[in-house]
């Protein structure tokens, strides 16, 4: 952080967020043609109606209104009884229509608010509320293509007509590291209710900040804005709001004043860039989608959709802290992962069965550790998500038992798991076929301390005689004796024992 | 009676009883449009190939079927504002003088599915922008009563083709007197549905608010019976009525006895020729005389009703024809040298004027700073006219007055006086604004005039032009509409009156009784 924006600087960031956060459903916002952002052909998912054909007519999609509800909802909003479309007006070879099909004053989801944990005194964490002004649905462009050298441009429709919930929050937002909390918050939420897969790197989730800085003792908000735009990343979302702060408070402080401009992140320059936009005032010319009726949520509608939201992910850590004593940020990190979660919980539910009663809660540690751990390293390194793995959190919560119950190493259960993960398949097989079995066996372990403990005498006396590494040396020849597969805790205490 | 001036129903029992088949039919007919169409300028496109290679099918199920649709085999031709796919659609606008859409409006969905053959496409004013058919890029349509006269519009082309017997019904659409006021300046029947009643979904929209989708044809049987098929809740058009779609055709009137039907003062307005106001009067009579009770009712807002028109029209249509930018479709300018001339110079080149000044009014309307003061209240206002409309409609059944101030004017005439069209639009706007169905029925004949102002100018000797009587209904109120004008039409014969210029020499071809 620059040196001038420390907190006792007294430049204080003001910074509110847009964002735009597609919505999965089968089709897109008000025709037939497939909603599927990971079409590469050109064209494909069109009909005459995302494409603006004459005498063509939208129809909302009741998907996609509910998604935007419940999103609102889980946002804390107020939902009103009445919400509209509008059209606002404008011209880009993108736009089929010369308008977009938005929502001016009337959005379906309107003053909520989203608590986050953000980083506290003492490395401890506080709880602070960023209020959402609002959410509301209209449709995508299309793309524009600029074939290089070509004197033509092209326009990709697939795009066109897909539905976005666009949130806005309040300016309540004071870094980069409070916009990156809340994005990554909202994104969680938006997954965990299966309304879109906000994926900022695939342009499923696009998040335009307006940036300002206060001067030291202002208490209004500035005077002017910053809106920044081409941030495709959590890493760019972060970067690009350090940076702007650094140049505004920059300019702040030789005594000038920042203009209200439209910047470009240019990730190559680490920089942003004014973006080469004309600036005249914009009128959009909103009136209200006479091609649309007025949409009409019934109390019914609305406690309906609230009854269908999930656990969120805020509740979610509630739990697994109450529940399971998870620490902190293997909490975080779990939900962070929303199959992983739902991975492990199913484990968890296996577990119980397993150990047929109320679970220990060092089940549950382990459980997460190796979700967190080899696990994710596994999956990561496979690009794929816990559902899609041959790896069933059945056969998962095996593995946990065996470990826990000392059948198998914690070094043999990595091999077994990544054998699992290959070919899929009960642990316990497995652990069989590799021979990887751990040997718990007092006696059978016992018959090869004792051999060991007869050819090592020099060992022996030297442990006697106060050199504590000759009991290093002895356990290792013991577990080369048991082939690797010794119990280590039984080793050493029969060991121990036996050297008395 | 000859097949050009047949009904539908006429027609139906014809092909039915095999006296005639659906290719005689509509050869007949596409003769006819070849003979008379230079004449009149009705079609701006004929489906020659295309109707015939229907009306085959047509005849192969007449001959399989003992019961066919009314309207299997019948030959109809559509306004060239509806889309039909793989038919040229112009709206009668150089911006589209090329397009041929990838798909069918439903409307045209449902007549297909009826098996009826259509003819060809009708011309319109461009973009259905005006009440005389004067500005079609194409040229303008001729009334075939006197061809030196306007049919009207914006849909004159399909008012004229039915008029001169070149269809026996032609799609037609409405957004402030479209529909009624072509009818009545030919002399035939048209139907102006309530909003929401008729699918638009591609129909080229002007004013989406008002939009309504409707047909004219040579009687109001024939109306009911179309009305039958277009209607209903449509998926592709969320602003149509799920309403259940009544056997309108099963049910008509003979006798009003127990109808109250309401004559508003404000409709009966100065500048309305003496002729028209006598026939109009004439044909309340007419009412009565079948039993209907006359009611003096006032609507006294009726006047704001072409102020709201004024706002709101051209603020949807700015909208509604932003997408002819000639990145997609229709025509692009040659000569743009960047994003921003291929936006200005193809529409400078593709709209013609009265598009022009729509489009720059509705931009100036909708602008922030003055669509508070513009659309807003002229929404609130159009509130209160529903609302006038309404409590009217729990004193009478329907309404009666003209469907024009006058008879059809000279071609120009229109242009040079302000005024034509603002008396006509105090009698069709008001109901538009509101949503209502109303029909035109032929109800006589007056002096013809040589202006356009509505009996300031002296009358032409000898040259008598067609009257429409305009029923309006409640919302919804498609069946008393009906019945009133059917049964008018069951002691009348105006609408079966033949412009002599185009009453065939030679009857219909095939084997006669
Ligand atoms: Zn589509």
């Given at each position: 952080?620059?040196?001038?924006?420390?907190?006792?600087?007294?430049?204080?960031?003001?910074?509110g967020?847009?964002?735009h956060?597609?919505?999965?459903?089968?089709?897109?916002?008000?025709?037939?043609?497939?909603?599927?952002?990971d079409?590469?052909?050109?064209?494909?998912?069109?009909?005459?109606?995302?494409?603006?054909?004459?005498?063509?007519?939208p129809?909302?999609?009741?998907?996609?209104?509910?998604l935007?509800?419940?999103?609102?909802?889980?946002?804390?909003?107020?939902?009103?009884?009445?919400?509209?479309f509008?059209?606002?007006?404008?011209?880009?070879?993108?736009?089929p229509?010369?308008?977009?099909?938005?929502?001016?004053d009337?959005?379906?989801?309107?003053?909520?608010?989203?608590?986050?944990?953000?980083?506290?005194?003492?490395?401890?964490?506080?709880?602070?509320?960023?209020?959402?002004?609002?959410?509301?649905?209209?449709?995508?462009?299309?793309?524009?293509?600029?074939?290089?050298?070509?004197?033509?441009?092209?326009?990709?429709?697939?795009?066109?007509?897909?539905?976005?919930l666009?949130?806005?929050?309040?300016?309540d937002?004071?870094?980069?590291?409070?916009a990156?909390?809340?994005?990554?918050?909202?994104?969680?939420?938006?997954?965990?209710?299966g309304?879109?897969?906000?994926?900022?790197?695939?342009g499923?989730?696009?998040?335009?900040?307006?940036?300002?800085v206060?001067?030291?003792?202002?208490?209004?908000?500035?005077?002017?804005?910053?809106?920044?735009?081409n941030?495709?990343?959590?890493?760019?979302?972060?970067?690009?709001?350090?940076?702007?702060?650094?140049?505004q408070?920059?300019?702040?402080?030789?005594?000038?004043?920042?203009?209200?401009?439209?910047?470009?992140?240019?990730?190559?320059a680490?920089?942003?860039?004014?973006?080469?936009?004309?600036?005249?005032?914009n009128?959009?010319?909103?009136?209200?989608?006479?091609?649309?009726p007025?949409?009409?949520?019934?109390k019914?509608?609305?406690?309906?959709?609230l009854?269908s939201?999930?656990?969120?992910?805020?509740?979610?850590?509630?739990?697994?802290k109450?529940?399971?004593?998870?620490?902190?940020?293997d909490?975080?990190?779990?939900?962070?992962?929303?199959?992983?979660?739902?991975?492990?919980?199913?484990?968890?539910?296996?577990l119980?069965e397993?150990?047929?009663?109320?679970?220990?809660?060092?089940?549950a540690?382990?459980?997460?550790?190796?979700?967190?751990?080899?696990?994710?390293?596994?999956?990561?390194?496979?690009?794929?998500?816990?559902?899609?793995?041959?790896?069933?959190p059945?056969?998962?919560?095996?593995?946990?038992?065996?470990?826990?119950?000392?059948?198998?190493?914690?070094?043999?259960?990595?091999?077994?798991?990544?054998?699992?993960?290959?070919?899929?398949?009960?642990?316990?097989?497995?652990?069989?076929?590799?021979?990887?079995?751990?040997?718990?066996?007092?006696?059978?372990?016992e018959?090869?301390?004792?051999?060991?403990?007869?050819?090592?005498a020099?060992?022996?006396?030297?442990?006697?005689?106060?050199?504590?590494?000759?009991f290093?040396?002895?356990?290792?020849?013991a577990?080369?004796?048991?082939?690797?597969?010794?119990?280590?805790?039984?080793?050493?205490?029969?060991?121990?024992?036996k050297?008395? | 009676?000859?097949?050009?001036?047949?009904?539908?129903?006429?027609?139906?029992?014809?092909?039915?009883?095999?006296e005639?088949?659906s290719?005689?039919?509509?050869?007949?007919?596409?003769?006819?449009?070849?003979?008379?169409?230079?004449?009149?300028?009705?079609?701006?496109?004929?489906?020659?190939?295309?109707?015939?290679?229907?009306?085959?099918?047509?005849?192969?199920?007449?001959?399989?079927?003992?019961?066919?649709?009314?309207f299997?085999?019948?030959?109809?031709?559509?306004?060239?504002?509806?889309c039909?796919?793989?038919?040229?659609?112009?709206?009668?606008?150089?911006?589209?003088?090329?397009?041929?859409?990838?798909?069918?409006?439903?409307?045209?969905?449902?007549?297909?599915?009826?098996?009826?053959?259509?003819?060809?496409?009708?011309?319109?004013?461009?973009?259905?922008?005006?009440?005389?058919?004067?500005?079609?890029?194409?040229?303008?349509?001729?009334?075939?009563?006197?061809?030196?006269?306007?049919?009207?519009?914006?849909?004159?082309?399909?008012?004229?083709?039915?008029?001169?017997?070149?269809?026996?019904?032609?799609?037609?659409?409405?957004?402030?007197?479209s529909?009624?006021?072509?009818?009545?300046l030919?002399?035939?029947?048209?139907?102006?549905?309530?909003y929401?009643?008729?699918?638009?979904?591609?129909?080229?929209?002007?004013?989406?608010?008002?939009?309504?989708?409707?047909?004219?044809g040579r009687?109001?049987?024939?109306?009911?019976?179309?009305?039958?098929?277009?209607?209903?809740?449509?998926e592709?058009?969320?602003?149509?009525?799920?309403?259940?779609v009544?056997?309108?055709?099963?049910?008509?009137?003979?006798?009003?006895?127990?109808?109250?039907?309401?004559?508003?003062?404000?409709?009966?307005?100065?500048?309305?020729?003496?002729?028209?106001?006598?026939?109009?009067?004439?044909?309340?009579?007419e009412?009565?005389?079948?039993?209907a009770e006359i009611?003096?009712?006032?609507?006294?807002?009726?006047?704001?009703?072409?102020?709201v028109?004024?706002?709101?029209t051209?603020?949807?249509?700015?909208?509604?024809?932003?997408?002819?930018?000639?990145?997609?479709?229709?025509?692009?300018?040659?000569?743009?040298?960047?994003?921003?001339?291929?936006?200005?110079?193809?529409?400078?080149?593709?709209?013609?004027?009265?598009?022009?000044?729509?489009?720059?009014?509705?931009?100036?309307?909708?602008?922030?700073?003055y669509?508070e003061?513009?659309?807003?209240?002229?929404?609130?206002?159009?509130?209160?006219l529903?609302?006038?409309?309404?409590?009217?409609?729990?004193?009478?059944?329907?309404?009666?007055?003209?469907?024009?101030?006058?008879?059809?004017?000279?071609?120009?005439?229109?242009?040079?006086?302000?005024?034509f069209?603002?008396?006509?639009?105090?009698?069709?706007?008001?109901?538009?604004?509101?949503?209502?169905?109303?029909?035109?029925?032929?109800?006589?004949?007056?002096?013809?005039?040589?202006?356009?102002?509505?009996?300031?100018?002296?009358?032409?000797?000898?040259?008598?032009?067609?009257?429409?009587?305009?029923?309006?209904?409640?919302?919804?109120?498609?069946?008393?509409?009906?019945?009133?004008?059917?049964?008018?039409q069951?002691v009348?014969?105006w609408?079966?009156?033949?412009?002599?210029?185009?009453?065939?020499?030679?009857?219909?071809?095939?084997?006669?009784?």
């Amino acid at each position: 952080m620059a040196e001038n924006l420390k907190p006792s600087s007294g430049y204080a960031p003001v910074i509110g967020l847009e964002i735009h956060v597609q919505l999965k459903t089968k089709s897109k916002m008000f025709c037939d043609s497939p909603n599927n952002p990971d079409e590469t052909a050109p064209n494909k998912n069109i009909c005459e109606i995302c494409t603006g054909q004459p005498g063509t007519l939208p129809v909302a999609n009741r998907e996609a209104v509910r998604l935007a509800v419940i999103v609102g909802q889980a946002l804390n909003c107020r939902i009103e009884e009445y919400s509209k479309f509008d059209r606002k007006n404008y011209f880009y070879p993108d736009l089929p229509k010369g308008y977009q099909i938005s929502q001016y004053d009337r959005p379906i989801a309107q003053n909520g608010y989203l608590d986050i944990e953000v980083p506290g005194e003492n490395g401890g964490s506080a709880s602070k509320r960023i209020r959402i002004r609002r959410a509301h649905l209209e449709e995508d462009a299309g793309k524009n293509i600029h074939p290089e050298g070509a004197d033509y441009s092209l326009v990709d429709f697939n795009r066109a007509g897909t539905p976005l919930l666009e949130i806005v929050t309040e300016p309540d937002i004071a870094s980069a590291k409070e916009a990156k909390i809340f994005l990554q918050e909202l994104r969680n939420i938006i997954r965990y209710i299966g309304a879109g897969s906000a994926d900022m790197e695939k342009g499923t989730m696009r998040l335009e900040p307006n940036i300002s800085v206060r001067k030291p003792g202002q208490l209004e908000l500035p005077a002017y804005k910053v809106e920044v735009k081409n941030i495709n990343s959590f890493r760019f979302a972060e970067s690009a709001i350090e940076y702007e702060i650094a140049r505004q408070a920059e300019i702040l402080k030789e005594g000038g004043m920042p203009k209200q401009v439209t910047m470009g992140w240019n990730e190559k320059a680490g920089q942003t860039m004014e973006q080469r936009e004309k600036e005249e005032a914009n009128d959009y010319r909103y009136f209200p989608e006479p091609d649309l009726p007025i949409l009409h949520f019934s109390k019914e509608y609305l406690e309906e959709a609230l009854a269908s939201i999930p656990e969120l992910p805020a509740q979610k850590r509630a739990r697994f802290k109450r529940e399971y004593g998870l620490p902190d940020a293997d909490i975080r990190n779990l939900t962070e992962w929303k199959e992983l979660t739902e991975f492990f919980e199913e484990a968890i539910s296996e577990l119980d069965e397993l150990a047929g009663k109320a679970l220990p809660l060092k089940f549950a540690k382990m459980a997460a550790n190796w979700c967190l751990q080899d696990f994710s390293a596994l999956l990561n390194a496979a690009k794929i998500n816990p559902l899609e793995s041959k790896v069933t959190p059945h056969n998962f919560a095996e593995l946990i038992k065996l470990i826990e119950q000392s059948k198998i190493s914690a070094t043999a259960g990595k091999q077994v798991l990544a054998k699992m993960f290959e070919l899929g398949g009960e642990p316990s097989r497995i652990m069989e076929d590799l021979g990887l079995a751990q040997v718990s066996d007092a006696a059978v372990i016992e018959q090869a301390i004792n051999k060991v403990v007869s050819e090592n005498a020099k060992a022996v006396a030297d442990y006697k005689a106060g050199l504590q590494k000759s009991f290093g040396f002895l356990v290792g020849m013991a577990m080369k004796e048991l082939k690797g597969k010794g119990n280590p805790q039984v080793v050493n205490d029969l060991l121990k024992k036996k050297l008395e | 009676m000859d097949a050009s001036f047949s009904e539908i129903s006429e027609l139906h029992e014809k092909l039915k009883n095999k006296e005639i088949s659906s290719v005689e039919l509509t050869e007949y007919f596409l003769q006819r449009i070849k003979k008379h169409n230079p004449q009149i300028n009705a079609y701006l496109t004929v489906t020659e190939d295309a109707a015939l290679e229907e009306a085959k099918e047509a005849d192969k199920i007449i001959a399989r079927r003992g019961k066919i649709s009314v309207f299997t085999g019948i030959p109809f031709g559509i306004k060239d504002l509806f889309c039909t796919k793989g038919i040229r659609t112009t709206a009668s606008s150089k911006i589209l003088e090329n397009y041929v859409p990838p798909f069918d409006a439903t409307s045209v969905q449902k007549m297909r599915a009826e098996n009826a053959i259509i003819l060809g496409k009708t011309n319109l004013d461009e973009f259905a922008h005006g009440s005389s058919t004067e500005t079609s890029a194409f040229g303008e349509s001729k009334n075939p009563w006197d061809t030196s006269r306007i049919p009207g519009g914006s849909s004159g082309g399909s008012a004229a083709a039915v008029a001169a017997g070149l269809a026996p019904l032609a799609l037609a659409t409405e957004t402030g007197g479209s529909i009624r006021q072509p009818s009545s300046l030919c002399g035939v029947s048209g139907w102006k549905p309530t909003y929401g009643r008729v699918s638009r979904y591609g129909v080229i929209s002007m004013t989406s608010s008002n939009d309504s989708i409707g047909a004219i044809g040579r009687s109001v049987r024939d109306l009911a019976l179309t009305a039958e098929v277009m209607s209903g809740r449509d998926e592709k058009d969320a602003t149509t009525g799920n309403r259940e779609v009544p056997q309108y055709s099963a049910n008509l009137r003979t006798n009003l006895k127990g109808m109250k039907i309401g004559v508003p003062a404000e409709y009966f307005i100065d500048g309305m020729e003496d002729d028209v106001k006598k026939r109009v009067l004439d044909a309340i009579e007419e009412l009565r005389k079948l039993g209907a009770e006359i009611i003096d009712v006032s609507l006294p807002l009726t006047k704001y009703g072409s102020l709201v028109y004024a706002i709101v029209t051209p603020s949807e249509i700015s909208s509604n024809l932003s997408r002819f930018d000639g990145i997609r479709y229709g025509h692009q300018a040659k000569d743009a040298r960047d994003l921003a001339e291929i936006y200005s110079k193809t529409r400078a080149q593709g709209f013609g004027d009265e598009a022009k000044r729509r489009i720059m009014t509705g931009t100036y309307a909708l602008s922030a700073g003055y669509y508070e003061a513009y659309y807003l209240k002229a929404q609130k206002v159009r509130r209160l006219l529903v609302d006038e409309f309404n409590n009217v409609f729990e004193k009478v059944d329907c309404l009666v007055c003209a469907s024009s101030p006058n008879v059809a004017p000279k071609i120009g005439a229109a242009k040079d006086n302000p005024l034509f069209g603002y008396i006509a639009d105090q009698l069709n706007i008001p109901a538009a604004m509101a949503g209502l169905p109303a029909l035109s029925v032929p109800c006589g004949f007056g002096a013809a005039r040589d202006g356009a102002d509505g009996g300031a100018s002296s009358s032409v000797a000898g040259v008598q032009m067609p009257v429409g009587l305009q029923i309006i209904g409640p919302q919804w109120g498609e069946q008393k509409i009906f019945d009133a004008g059917h049964a008018y039409q069951t002691v009348t014969d105006w609408h079966k009156k033949m412009p002599p210029d185009f009453v065939p020499a030679s009857p219909l071809p095939g084997k006669r009784k």
